[in-house]
């Protein structure tokens, strides 16, 4: 069954600069790369939360500045 991969509004829609998320049959969260589709992190929905919520909070801001 193929998967229903989802990208934020705010990701490039040409497929070249988009992280991508879903889930499989056994409910685990998929994170992939648009432009490296074969590439996939897998972890439990408990700890994307997780993730997502430091995101929210600026925890990772310090990576996206070069």
């Known amino acids: 069954m193929p998967r229903n991969w989802q990208?934020?509004?705010s990701s490039s829609?040409?497929?070249g600069n988009s992280?991508?998320?879903s889930t499989n049959a056994?409910?685990?969260v998929e994170i992939r790369e648009s432009?490296?589709?074969e590439s996939i992190v897998v972890t439990t929905p408990t700890?994307?939360?997780l993730w997502l919520e430091g995101v929210k909070r600026g925890e990772f801001d310090h990576f996206t500045h070069a």
């Open 47 to 49: 700890k994307f939360a």
């Open 35 to 37: 432009d490296a589709p």
């Open 13 to 15: 829609q040409d497929g």
């Open 19 to 21: 992280v991508e998320v």
């Open 7 to 9: 990208k934020s509004t």
């Open 26 to 28: 056994e409910g685990l």
